[in-house]
């Protein structure tokens, strides 16, 4: 079974950011979520990403945007998937058109902070893993 990376280009700075991003964190520690934090230059950060095992999704704006219940099936396959998914948010001025031969996904087709797409990916991860158990947590 595939596990999910999320790597992050520098740390959440904003207190606030970092404190739910922490909350969301905690939450899903018993998914299997692993969490990174990057500190190279770009183009290093992305070949880094490259050379890991299993498949690499870029967070951007132009990516393809999911439903929560459709994403929760995207997560839940791939918690199936033999290998390892790795997600990658880059910095604050975006992926500066590297990558482009990478899948994308987006959380919407509007921009947000690089901290803040963080601590909304998160939720969204969270929010995916009760839909697949179940929970009550999403009401739609």
């Known amino acids: 079974m595939g596990r999910i990376h999320l790597?992050?280009?520098?740390r959440l700075k904003e207190?606030?950011?970092?404190?739910?991003?922490?909350?969301?964190?905690?939450?899903l520690q018993s998914s299997g979520?692993?969490?990174?934090?990057?500190?190279?230059?770009?183009p290093k950060y992305l070949s880094k990403l490259e050379s890991m095992n299993g498949q690499l999704f870029l967070l951007d704006e132009r990516g393809t945007t999911?439903?929560?219940?459709?994403?929760?099936k995207k997560v839940q396959s791939w918690t199936l998937h033999?290998?390892?998914?790795h997600i990658a948010i880059?910095?604050?001025?975006?992926?500066?058109?590297?990558?482009?031969?990478?899948?994308?996904?987006s959380l919407s087709e509007m921009t947000?902070?690089?901290?803040?797409?963080a601590v909304l990916f998160l939720e969204q991860l969270y929010r995916a893993f009760q839909i697949?158990?179940?929970?009550s947590y999403h009401k739609a």
């Open 15 to 27: 207190p606030s950011l970092n404190s739910l991003a922490n909350t969301y964190r905690d939450r």
């Open 82 to 85: 033999p290998s390892d998914t």
């Open 112 to 117: 947000f902070p690089h901290e803040l797409a």
């Open 90 to 105: 880059g910095p604050a001025e975006g992926w500066d058109n590297l990558g482009q031969h990478l899948p994308r996904i």
């Open 132 to 135: 697949i158990k179940g929970t």
């Open 7 to 10: 790597h992050l280009h520098g």
């Open 33 to 42: 979520l692993n969490v990174h934090v990057h500190t190279d230059e770009l």
């Open 66 to 72: 999911y439903t929560s219940v459709d994403f929760a």
